[in-house]
């Protein structure tokens, strides 16, 4: 038998194996049908619009159907490469620090007993719940010089004369780090509950302290944990609007502000499009990512 004899009755024994591992879901759930048609409806059918107005042709007043690739092209504009650079910088000094934060406190939380497990992810549950409009207001009544951390700070004699410390750089880094550890303390609780506790008592009998033990054992174990919740933050951050519209400056203003200004401001809807799908893209790439490095999650594997 020749090999496009064998490799056709391959595709014709695979075609209905994957036929039926695809449909009996559906069987079974019929009621997964009605999601899965929302889903079409407020998802592919508003991307294949924006796909299609990224081409559009922007006139003087308005946009008008047409094929080229305009606002593509100015993808290398300044604009748009100043913009980017910024928010890649707050995106990835902002997951540095949220995963540094996150990651002694969920090893931590997670050597306790179940009862003080539940108690501190309800907390974070909580914490979730607020909007980020609550956020960010409420930091920026902190930061504020009348009834803030500077008042405070003039108090305890630190500093000269207070005064807000907000809009600003660091305003804006901590805004952004502040709203993302409590994601990244979820996506790293279940690797750090499956870590295997006689590592670390058995390196701490061998005479390794407790800080030794946690960075040659724990780390090095919860590697690509520690690397998926990074990227998830990354992707968080770039779309961040309220936090970097509340507590920024105007020259850190990041990739949704940008969208927001040519969409609402400028009207130049076909831009603003285009960058929405060069967002999207980037942003299944960098979920694509994230899979692959779950995948590879060595915990539980030890």
């Not at 590592?199 to 590697?223: K, W």
Request: aromatic letters at 14%; glycine letters at 4%; one cysteine or more.
């Amino acid at each position: 038998m020749s090999d496009a004899a064998v490799n056709r009755q391959r595709d014709d024994a695979v075609g209905p194996v994957w036929r039926e591992q695809f449909l009996q879901p559906l069987k079974r759930f019929p009621i997964g049908l009605y999601p899965t048609f929302m889903m079409g409806v407020f998802f592919l059918i508003p991307f294949i619009i924006m796909l299609v107005v990224s081409f559009y042709a922007r006139t003087e007043s308005t946009y008008e159907p047409g094929f080229e690739f305009t606002h593509y092209a100015r993808f290398f504009s300044p604009l748009f490469t100043t913009h980017l650079l910024v928010s890649v910088q707050f995106s990835v000094l902002a997951s540095i620090l949220s995963v540094a934060a996150a990651v002694p406190f969920t090893y931590f939380i997670s050597r306790f007993r179940r009862r003080p497990q539940v108690i501190a992810l309800v907390f974070l549950l909580c914490v979730l719940t607020l909007s980020e409009v609550i956020v960010a207001y409420s930091l920026s009544v902190v930061m504020s010089r009348s009834s803030g951390l500077p008042s405070f700070v003039e108090w305890l004699g630190l500093i000269d004369k207070a005064r807000s410390w907000y809009p600003g750089y660091l305003a804006n880094l901590f805004g952004l780090s502040f709203f993302n550890i409590p994601f990244a303390v979820l996506i790293l609780f279940p690797s750090c509950t499956r870590l295997d506790r006689e590592l670390t008592e058995a390196a701490q009998t061998m005479g390794a302290s407790p800080f030794r033990s946690f960075t040659t054992i724990v780390l090095p174990l919860l590697d690509r944990t520690i690397m998926a919740a990074f990227v998830l933050l990354f992707v968080f951050t770039m779309g961040a609007f309220v936090t970097p519209s509340w507590l920024g400056r105007p020259e850190d203003t990041m990739m949704a502000q940008l969208i927001a200004n040519q969409a609402l401001n400028r009207g130049n809807i076909p831009f603003a499009a285009a960058l929405s799908m060069f967002f999207m893209a980037v942003t299944i790439i960098l979920s694509l990512i994230t899979v692959r490095l779950r995948r590879g999650d060595r915990v539980g594997q030890t």
